[in-house]
Every structure is written in structure tokens, then in C-alpha cells.
């Protein structure tokens, strides 16, 4: 048996991290055991050949969220208002929009009037099953889908109202130097605070009885604490029996039931840097479309989703989600960047071979098949609610579980750290 401590946290993402800061300054020893090499788990920063760094996970912040903003300060970093207008590209031709299609007042009206949640397929079919809006339903769907990394025949309707009745597209700011500074002053924190972390030390099985958890690593290690906190993903924890996944001795099925009826889905991110800003430079405009103010694209190709990081900065990410990035997953790098150098070239009316030309630095961040997270963000689905409330109690005050997830603000880096806070708290009440 190895190390005691007061309390085992599983997972060194924001939350675990969180966690682990505030808990060690109140005094309480703290062991965080974490898969990965590093700090971080889902924000994780690209470098390679780009000429800064770029995003694997995280790097909106998706309106005025105070935990997120209040350590980004604290961590020297500035963020800023998401610059650039939203257009969507059909048949080569784009067009600006104002995020929706035609129906859309219609759409948001009929949410509004809904009484029961129910999954966003099934308000569709109820409310917009007619001919006519066929094209109404596949721009909802390829939304929904692809912001909210959902299935919509799992997605709850009314989250769905909750999100496009608020303004937090309009209202993304992007951080300079993403999040990897607020990673980093957490876990300068926890440091300082007496923290122990165990990197590459992947945990297998939780043995547990009330007021005591023996964690067996993939190593063999064996770490003893009187509690534990995990942290880990949606993903991990509903992969039973799967590599990189956590058995439970006694089992715990309520727990694992209510996770599985939360939704969870893949994303496939794409960064892509440029030699030039060919969609606002004249000498392209023979050849690519220009979109000088460009922000947002969203096109029906495969790689759907475009983002500009600012404008006039050479730099383009792409986004697949939902059923999309449930198919894509199964892909190699290679074959997701040819697809991707396809989309952009359909999207801006061009060639691959321009876009080819220009490429200096791309990286594919394939989160469906990413060990240690499985999956991208959690969605609501109608049974969340209540799902969230069986996870959310404490395991005989000595399992308790926390992560982005059990949030608030769903599929964010503040909830992770919202919840994670309200678990800490949990835990010296005792
Ligand atoms: C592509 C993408 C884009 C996103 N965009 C945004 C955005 O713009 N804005 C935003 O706010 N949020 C965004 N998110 C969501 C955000 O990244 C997450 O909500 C947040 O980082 C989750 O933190 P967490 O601590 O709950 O989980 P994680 O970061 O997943 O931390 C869990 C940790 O557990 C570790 N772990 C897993 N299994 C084991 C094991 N068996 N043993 C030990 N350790 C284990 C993992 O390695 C990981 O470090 C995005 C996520 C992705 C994937």
C-alpha cells in the first residue's frame, strides 16, 4: 500500500485541479493521480510547426462566466470579444446569416410555447414534420449536432431553447495564449499548497467500503485514502469493461445508469495555419471567395464548421460534431485532412490544391477516440435532470464525483470548476 492522504482526486483536468487547489488550502492533504503526462486533461495547447499556439480543446469562453474570468486574470492572461461575422456557405455561393435560416423566429417561438422537454428529433417531427420545413429541420439538427457535439434524437429540447434563447454565441471571447495559462496557475497553486501528483498513472480499479477506497493503478501501484474524487469524463466513466476504463468493487449500477442516460459526444477539431489570409487578399480574388469580415462558416460539407481566429490572422479550425463526428472518428489523421482540405476548398468555391498550397501547420484533434476522455462534452438530454442528481450524491460520503459534466454551465471549463467547487464543499462538511 502506498501513500495516505485525505483525499484521492482522479484527474488532473479543471476540475480535478479545481478541486485539489481549494481543498489543500484548506489544509486537507491532497493526492491527484492523472493518465496523462501533464495537467490539463481536455485544454491542451498545439505548437508544432504553427507560429503560435493552438487549441486542441477549449478556447471560447462562452459568455460571462466568473470563475473562468476571475483565474484567467489572476494568470496574466486577456481575453477578447470573438471578432468576425457569422456566414454560411451553400453551393459554393455564401451568404451572411444571422446564425439561422429562414423559419427561425418560427423555430424559437414554437420552444418557447413547449410545456414538456422531450428530445429535439421528437419537437421536431411534432412541431416541424412538413415538407416544407425539411430545411428548417437539417439546419437544427447540423446546429445542434455540430455546436453541442449531440445526437439529436438524444438532445433534450429544452436545452436546446436554453442555449439559442441566450446570446452565447454572440457573446464568445477568445483568451491570447488559450487556456493553458489558467492550467498552468492551478497547478502552480496546488504546488504550493502540498499537492502530490502521479502523472501516467492510470487508475483501474476503486475497491471501496464507507470511509475507505483502495485505487489500483494500471502500474500496480495501490494508493489508500479515506475518499475520493473523480473527476474523469462522462466517457470514461460509462466505458465499462472497455480499455482505459474504471472498475468499481462494489459495483455502483445507479451510478453508472444515471451517467449513461447524460449525453456525451465526439467532436473532431481541426487546426489548420496559412501562408497568407486568402479569403481577404486580392490577389486570391480570382480564385477564392472573399469574406474580409469572416467569423463563423458553416457549410454542409464534411468537416462542416469554420473559425476564424481573428479575420485578418491566417488561421482557420474546423469542427465536425454529433452524428458527423461519430462517423469521422473511425478515420486516420490522413484521411480527416484530406477531407478537411476538401471542405474548406467546397465551402470558399476553390481548389484543394490552393488550399493545399497555402497550408504551413495543421494538427487533427480526434476526441472520439481519445483515451482518456472518449468523447468530446457532455449535452443535456430530458433525463439529465434528474441524472445529474443521482451522480451528484456522495457514495456513503466516501466516492464523490465531479467534472464538466455535473456543471452548470454543460460541456464548459466553468462547469468543471463550478462543480468542482460545490464538491469541495461537500466534502468539508464532513
Ligand atoms: C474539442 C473541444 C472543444 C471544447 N471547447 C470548449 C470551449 O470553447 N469552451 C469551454 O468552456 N469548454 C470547451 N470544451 C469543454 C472543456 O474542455 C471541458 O468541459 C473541461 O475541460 C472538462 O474538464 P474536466 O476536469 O471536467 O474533465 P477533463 O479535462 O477530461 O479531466 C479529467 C482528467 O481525468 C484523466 N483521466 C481519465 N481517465 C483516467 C484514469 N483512468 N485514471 C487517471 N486519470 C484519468 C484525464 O486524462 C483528464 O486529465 C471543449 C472540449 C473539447 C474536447
Request: aromatic letters at 8%.
Amino acid at each position: 500500500m502506498e501513500h495516505t492522504t485525505d483525499i484521492i482526486i482522479i484527474g488532473a483536468g479543471a476540475a480535478g485541479l479545481y478541486a485539489a487547489m481549494e481543498l489543500s488550502a484548506k489544509g486537507k492533504k491532497v493526492t491527484v493521480l492523472e493518465a496523462r503526462e501533464k495537467t490539463g486533461g481536455r485544454i491542451r495547447s498545439i505548437t508544432g510547426n504553427f507560429s503560435k499556439a493552438m487549441d486542441a480543446g477549449p478556447e471560447f469562453i462562452h459568455g460571462d462566466l466568473p470563475i473562468t474570468k476571475s483565474l484567467l486574470k489572476k494568470a496574466g492572461s486577456k481575453f477578447y470579444k470573438h471578432k468576425g461575422e457569422f456566414y454560411r456557405s451553400r453551393n459554393g455561393k455564401i451568404v451572411e446569416t444571422d446564425e439561422m435560416t429562414e423559419g427561425w423566429d418560427r423555430l424559437m417561438k414554437e420552444l418557447k410555447g413547449l410545456k414538456k422537454d422531450m428530445t429535439l428529433v421528437q419537437f421536431l417531427d411534432e412541431h416541424f414534420g412538413d415538407e416544407k420545413d425539411k430545411e428548417l429541420r437539417r439546419e437544427v439538427i447540423g446546429l445542434a449536432e455540430g455546436f453541442d457535439a449531440a445526437d439529436a434524437n438524444r438532445i433534450s429540447a429544452f436545452a436546446v431553447r436554453n442555449e439559442w434563447g441566450g446570446d452565447t454565441i454572440d457573446d464568445s471571447y477568445q483568451i491570447e495564449g488559450g487556456y493553458t495559462p489558467l492550467v498552468d496557475y492551478l497547478t502552480a497553486e496546488c504546488r504550493k499548497n502540498g499537492c502530490t501528483f502521479h502523472f501516467k498513472t492510470e487508475v483501474k480499479k476503486i475497491k471501496w467500503q464507507k470511509g475507505r477506497v483502495e485505487i489500483i493503478c494500471m502500474s500496480g501501484q495501490v494508493f489508500e485514502a479515506p475518499k475520493v474524487m473523480i473527476t474523469v469524463s462522462l466517457g470514461v466513466l460509462i466505458s465499462e469493461n472497455e480499455t482505459c476504463s474504471i472498475a468499481f468493487s462494489p459495483a455502483i449500477p445507479a451510478k453508472i445508469t444515471a451517467a449513461k442516460q447524460m449525453g456525451f459526444g465526439p467532436i473532431v477539431k481541426i487546426n489548420f495555419e496559412f501562408s497568407t489570409v486568402f479569403w481577404n487578399d486580392a490577389n486570391f480574388k480570382n480564385s477564392v471567395i472573399q469574406i474580409p469580415d469572416l467569423g463563423f462558416l458553416n457549410s454542409e460539407n464534411e468537416i462542416p464548421v469554420w473559425w476564424t481566429r481573428a479575420p485578418d490572422q491566417p488561421f482557420l479550425v474546423g469542427w465536425a460534431g454529433g452524428s458527423n463526428a461519430e462517423k469521422l472518428k473511425q478515420l486516420s489523421d490522413d484521411v480527416l485532412l484530406k477531407k478537411a482540405i476538401a471542405s474548406i476548398a467546397a465551402a470558399m468555391n476553390t481548389t484543394e490544391t490552393i488550399i493545399n498550397e497555402q497550408l504551413t501547420a495543421h494538427a487533427i484533434s480526434n476526441w472520439g477516440n481519445d483515451p482518456f476522455t472518449k468523447g468530446a462534452y457532455s449535452y443535456d438530454t430530458p433525463e439529465t435532470g434528474e441524472a445529474k442528481k443521482i451522480l451528484s450524491e456522495p457514495l456513503e460520503d466516501t466516492i464523490f464525483f465531479a467534472g464538466e459534466a455535473l456543471g452548470d454551465h454543460t460541456g464548459t471549463v466553468e462547469a468543471a470548476m463550478e462543480n468542482a467547487k460545490q464538491v469541495v464543499k461537500k466534502v468539508l462538511s464532513l
